[in-house]
Every structure is written in C-alpha cells, then in structure tokens.
C-alpha cells in the first residue's frame, strides 16, 4: 500500500528556515561579533584582578625557578652530574647559607637589630630639632600622624598576604611551586603550549625561552649586586667603627634586589646611624654610601645590563610604585622582573612584526616582477 503524503512517518523532512536567533545583516552580526570579543576582554580582566594576588604569587615561583634554574645551568659549567644533584645542591646552599645568617643573627645582629630603632628615633628627632632651629616651621605632632598614617597605610597593603603568617605562608607556596618548576619546567612550558592554537606553539617556545634566558641573567645581576654591596659596606664601615655595621651590610645587601628605593632606604638607615656616633661618622657614613652606590651604579650595574635587560631607571621605579601601591612588599620585590618580561614581550612582537611585514613587502615585489616578466 503506498504511503500517503499526509503520513508523518513516511514524509521527507522539511528544510527547516534560519534561527530565529540568527543576524541576517552581515554587518550587524559582525557588529555582534566585535561586542563578544569586547565582553569577553572585561570579563578577562576582572577575572585577572581577582586572583590577582595567586598570580602574583605563581610569578613568584618563576621567578625563584628561574634563580634556582640558573644557579644549576652555573654549576654545571663546573660539576658534570645530573641535573636533579645540582639542584639539590642549590637548595641545600640556599638553606645553608639562611641557617648561618640565623646563627649570626642570633647573636651580634640580633643585639643590633634591638638598639636601631630606638637610634633610629633619637636621630630622626634630632634632625627634626635641627631642622627647626634652621627656620623651618616643623610640627612634631604632625610628622608623628604622618609616621603613624604611613605604618598604617603599610599594614593595610601587607594584610591583603593574610598578615605575618600569611606572608610565611605566600614564601612557602612561592618556594614549593618554583622547586617544581625548576626541576622539570618543560613540562609545564609544554601544558601551557597546549592549550594554544597549533600555529602559535612554535612562537610561544621562542618567546618562554627568551623570557627565561633573560629572566635568569637578570636575577644573577641582582644576586651578584646584592653580595658586593653588602660586603663593600660592611668592609668600610667596619673599617671606621661605625656601629651596627654587620646589621646595615646585611639590609643594604638584601634592599639592593630592589633598585632605586632599596638604595635610598638603607643610605637613610646608614646615615642615621653614621650621626649617633658624632658628627665626623655620620659624614663618612654619607661619604661610603655615595661610593658604595656609585660603584654599583656605574660599574657594576653597566656590566649586569650589557647581559641582562637595560631598562629605563624612571620606568623602574614607576612600576615599583605601581605595584608596591597594588600589593605591598610582594610587588615591590617583583616590579622590576615583571617589568623585563614585558619588555622581552614587547621586543618579542615587535620583531615578528617586522619580520612579517618584510615577507609581505617581499611577496608585493616578486608579483610585480612576475607581472612585468610576463608583460
């Protein structure tokens, strides 16, 4: 029996008509398209501002794999063994090194560490009385709410790390993930590298291997310009007498990692202390941090560079400000790196866009003499 064309069973399927969610405007639906792309950028971002603090933390990491990365790559200029025993032998001397400077802590710096901020205040008094005896109309209840709004203006910063322990808490996790990191960091270039289209693996492994390749000089220049300003300064302050000399070498050495402010906190530090020892200390204390910085600046730093990244001083301590606004100390300590990858970023396109507009410029030659050879 053959089928009638009012069975539903037996009926061809209709064709069925466009979406009613559909654009029929092709520049309305290329509109629309722009809007999502736009949509989708803001979502990013604030998605980045919220877990702003973790990714700082992970750029932490790499930072401190990079250092431990580029420790193992020096050591094995020197020691031909695998690169795990290297590594172990880095961490064990970075362990090493930080349980000796607590033995040493524990006794002379300690004892040190007690008297400076009372020395501290006596001198910053004192200049204060000098100041005003020199005509300058100086309220002391002022600076004090001034002190006051700027320890708890830093409190305020540094409770967004979850207070001391947090803070503990953030260099742990930042010393776990870089151990990882650094002993097998291609496996998470390639993770990372998957997640991209196909077409644009082979450019990001360019682009993580120049980051990493700069990110490793420039931390061998910070550690190498921590340790000579630390042991230049220890050496003439010693030298002199001046108090507290192996404490200001130690906060010299460590504030050096931070360019620019770290500079200018410990010299107000050493001079305070240079000054309550007498008038003819603290000029010499001014006279070894002028020396001290100017070697750094001019010798050491110059050298560092020419192997490093050479950025702008001004740009620097923007973006140290920047991020130490943003998030306290852990962003004071990381604008600089931060601020090479970027560069290493900015550099990395700027190449590959010259080097794509010279194949276009290229092919736009050779058609045109294609058409006029055959002309």
């Known amino acids: 029996m053959s089928a009638t064309p009012s069975d539903p069973d037996t009926q061809m399927p209709r064709t069925l008509g466009p979406s009613p969610t559909r654009i029929a405007s092709p520049e309305l639906r290329h509109e629309a398209q722009r809007a999502m792309v736009w949509i989708a950028l803001v979502s990013l971002t604030i998605l980045a501002v919220y877990i702003s603090q973790s990714l700082l933390v992970i750029f932490g990491a790499l930072v401190f794999a990079a250092m431990i990365d580029g420790g193992a790559r020096l050591l094995g200029r020197v020691v031909p063994i695998g690169r795990v025993w290297r590594i172990a032998i880095v961490l064990l001397g970075a362990v090493a090194f930080l349980v000796w400077l607590a033995m040493f802590a524990g006794s002379q710096i300690s004892r040190e560490a007690a008297q400076l901020p009372a020395i501290i205040e006596a001198q910053s008094l004192n200049l204060i009385a000098w100041l005003d005896q020199q005509g300058f109309q100086i309220d002391i209840s002022s600076i004090q709410g001034?002190?006051?709004?700027?320890?708890?203006?830093?409190?305020?910063?540094?409770r967004a790390l979850g207070g001391i322990l947090g803070g503990l808490t953030t260099l742990v996790l930042i010393a776990i993930i870089g151990v990882y990191v650094a002993l097998e960091p291609r496996l998470y270039e390639r993770g990372v590298a998957w997640m991209l289209a196909t077409k644009k693996r082979a450019d990001f492994h360019i682009l993580v291997s120049r980051m990493a390749y700069t990110m490793r000089r420039l931390m061998f220049g910070r550690l190498v310009g921590m340790v000579f300003e630390g042991i230049l300064t220890y050496i003439m302050l010693a030298a002199y007498g001046v108090p507290m000399a192996a404490l200001l070498s130690i906060i010299t050495g460590l504030l050096a990692f931070i360019p620019n402010i770290g500079a200018f906190i410990s010299g107000i530090l050493m001079v305070l202390v240079g000054f309550s020892g007498g008038y003819e200390m603290g000029l010499y204390t001014i006279l070894v941090y002028f020396v001290v910085q100017t070697f750094d600046g001019y010798v050491v730093i110059p050298l560092i560079a020419k192997k490093t990244v050479d950025l702008a001083p001004a740009l620097v301590l923007a973006m140290q400000l920047i991020m130490g606004i943003l998030f306290g100390v852990l962003g004071l300590f990381l604008a600089d790196p931060l601020l090479a990858m970027i560069?290493?970023?900015?550099?990395?396109?700027?190449?590959?866009?010259?080097?794509?507009?010279?194949?276009?410029?290229?092919?736009?030659?050779?058609?045109e003499l294609a058409e006029s050879s055959d002309a």
């Open 146 to 158: 001034l002190i006051g709004q700027a320890v708890s203006g830093f409190g305020t910063v540094t």
């Open 343 to 367: 560069k290493v970023a900015l550099e990395h396109r700027a190449e590959k866009n010259t080097a794509e507009q010279g194949e276009a410029t290229g092919d736009a030659a050779g058609g």
